[in-house]
């Protein structure tokens, strides 16, 4: 007399020959081939390259709009500065022309016209010097503008060249897939519907929805069956579908299952 019923681990309703069941590991087989394949897609190396080179080429945009600001801000004050500049050469000059045209002749004024020479001179230099440092200002925004455009160019050069890693990888992957699924329609074409429908089912729970019985250990879980399970499946007809009551994948019979 049994201890156990036999449903525990067979499914009643869903018989398959010894034939189709084996064809149901190769299609499990298939399935784990291709989410393998979608998992190596979707976690390609280069997929995070691209986006830390996304990140660096915002970065380089950014920072050659402020240099680019930057330097229209300094040609501007340039530009006002050196008319400054000019403005009291020109002022320079024409007193030195009233001086040395001696139409000067007044003691006061005279002295009045070298006085103010004299403070223009003074003015001139440090307008000079204020374009001098405002010329050196421009050099360094500059520098950091070329650093930025050649940043720039890098990028977009790394960018390209991971592109064309990752567009060469997906075309390997998607090749992979196209023949793993040609062949899974082959196989699933010689396993009976309700067995496929079985074993999507336990697949969309499990991820695996088969597994081999080796040598007494279950193929999806690694789990050794007891010998009260094995006893139950030696005892089942080989066109029961019986399953592991552990983590209730398909159990499919091979010749060395131990049995
Ligand atoms: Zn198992």
Known sequence: ???????????PFVKASPEAQLRLLE????????????????????????????ERAAKVRDAITIADTNLSDL??????????VEQVRVRIDRDNERLNAGQVSNARELESLQSEVASLRRRQSDLEEGVLELMEKRETAQALRDGAA?????????????????????????????????????????????????????RASSGRGAAALRRGQC???????STVELNEIRAAAPDEVVRHEECRRILIRTADSGL
């Open 219 to 225: 193929g999806g879980c690694r789990e050794m069956l």
């Open 75 to 84: 040609d501007r004050e340039l530009t006002r500065a050196e008319r400054d």
């Open 27 to 54: 299609l499990a087989d298939l399935d784990t081939e291709l989410s393998r394949l979608d998992h190596r897609r979707r976690t390609q190396p280069e997929i995070a390259e691209l986006a830390q080179l996304g």
């Open 1 to 11: 007399m049994r201890q156990r019923p036999r449903g525990r681990l067979t499914l």
């Open 150 to 202: 050649a940043e720039a160019e890098t990028v977009a050069a790394d960018t390209a060249s991971v592109t064309a890693r990752s567009d060469a990888a997906v075309a390997g992957i998607d090749e992979e897939w196209a023949k793993a699924t040609s062949a899974r329609a082959t196989v699933a074409a010689d396993i009976p519907a309700d067995l496929i429908a079985l074993y999507d089912k336990i």
